[in-house]
C-alpha cells in the first residue's frame, strides 16, 4: 500500500482483469432478482419505451375528461362529419400562439353533403385551464375545467367529428378507458382460472389431470370467434353498458384460460419433483402452502411475461366483437363501438377520419407486444 499526500491509500498490486470479472460476477450474483431482471430488461429499447408508453396511457385513464374537449356523447348539429382541424403557431407571418380556423359549413346541392372550409380570416385561439362542458373526474369529482378549449360559438375537432357531430379525439380519450381496461378485467379472470387449473392439474396429477386436460381440449377445440359470437348474442339487450362491459371482460378472460393453465401444469409438472419442494411437503407444508411459497413464486416471472402477451388479445376481442355490434353498445364509448361507424367503406373513403381510432388499437397492441418481448428477454438475468 502507498499513502498518497491527500491520506489515501493505494494498492501497488498490479491489475488483474480476471480477478476484477471475478468480482463483478459475484456482485451480480448477490444481487436480488428484479434488479437483474431490470438491467436486462432496459437495454431492451422497444420494450423500455413501451412500457413507458403504457404506463403514461394507463396514467392518463382518470383524466380522460380533462384533456378531452368535449364529452364523449355531446352532438355538434351544425359539423357533421366535419374535418380534422389542425392547430396553427403563426397567422399571416406573425407568431400568436396556438389557434385553430373555424369551419365554415354550406350544403352541396349536387352530392347532398356538407361541404367544410377552414375560414383563413379569422383564428380562434386556444384556451388553456378553461371551463367548459362539466365532466367527472376520475369518475368521481364533477368539474368543468379542461386542459384546451375555444370561446363559446367556435369548435375544435383535432381528428375531426362523427356522423353525429361528435369529437372524434374526445371520443377516443374516453374510449381508452373501456378498451384498455378490458383487457386488464379479463387477464384477471383468465390468470385466476388458469393458475389454478394448470396448479391442481400439474402438483396433484392423477384424475385430476385428466378430467382438466380433457376439459382445456374441448375448450381449445371450440372455434374461438363463433364461441365469443354465441356468448356475446346471449348477454340480453335491455343490460345497461356498465354490466355489458363486465360479462364481455368476464367472457374473454373464460375463453383465454385454457393456454396458460397448459403452461402452468407443464411448469408444476418439472418443478414438483424438485428437492426443494420434496423438502417443503417432509417439513409439513400443506398443497397449498407449496404451491403458493414454493411453486408460483418459480414460475411468476413468465406468468407477467404471459400477461403483457395476453392482454393484447383482450383488447383485439374486444374491439372484433364492438365492432360486429356484439360487444359494447351505445351510449358506451370504445375503440371497437368507434369502428362500428366505419364498416361501410364508401363512407370511409369520404371522411377517412372515421377510420382513426384502428391507429390506438394498433399503437397499443404493439407497446403491449414489445413490452412482453423485452419481459421475456429479460427473465434470465444470468444468460449471456
Known sequence: MTRLPDGRYVDDAPYDPQIS?????????????????WRQFRQHRLGLISGIFLLLSYLMLPFAGFIAPYPPNLRHAEHLYSPPQSINLWHEGQFIGPYVYPMT?????????????????????????CKSEPYYLSGLIKTDRHLFCVPDGATIFIWGSDRLGRDVFSRILYGAQLSLTVGLIGITVSFALGIF???VAGYFGGPLDWVINRAIEILRSLPELPLWLALSAAVPSNWGPVA??????????????????????????????????????????????????????????????????????????????????????????????????????????????TAIPMIPIIVVVLAFNFLGDGLRDSLDPYRS
Open 105 to 129: 359549413s354550406e350544403a352541396n346541392l349536387e352530392t347532398f353533403q356538407w361541404e367544410f372550409k377552414p375560414d383563413t380570416s379569422r383564428p380562434v385561439k386556444l384556451q388553456f385551464f
Open 21 to 37: 470479472i471475478q468480482t463483478l460476477e459475484r456482485k451480480d450474483l448477490d444481487a436480488p432478482a428484479w434488479l437483474l431482471i
Open 244 to 353: 355489458v362491459f363486465f360479462i364481455i371482460s368476464v367472457i374473454l378472460g373464460i375463453l383465454d384460460w385454457p393456454g396458460l393453465a397448459r403452461s402452468v401444469r407443464a411448469k408444476f409438472l418439472s418443478l414438483r419433483e424438485e428437492e426443494f419442494v420434496r423438502a417443503a411437503e417432509m417439513m409439513g407444508a400443506s398443497s397449498g402452502r407449496v404451491i403458493r411459497r414454493h411453486l408460483l413464486p418459480n414460475f411468476m416471472s413468465h406468468l407477467i411475461a404471459s400477461a403483457t402477451l395476453s392482454i393484447p388479445a383482450m383488447i383485439l376481442g374486444e374491439t372484433a366483437l364492438s365492432f360486429l355490434g356484439l360487444g359494447l353498445r351505445a351510449p358506451a364509448v370504445s375503440w371497437g363501438v368507434m369502428l362500428n361507424d366505419a364498416q361501410n367503406l364508401a363512407n370511409v373513403e369520404i371522411y377517412w377520419w
Open 197 to 199: 387449473f394448470g396448479s
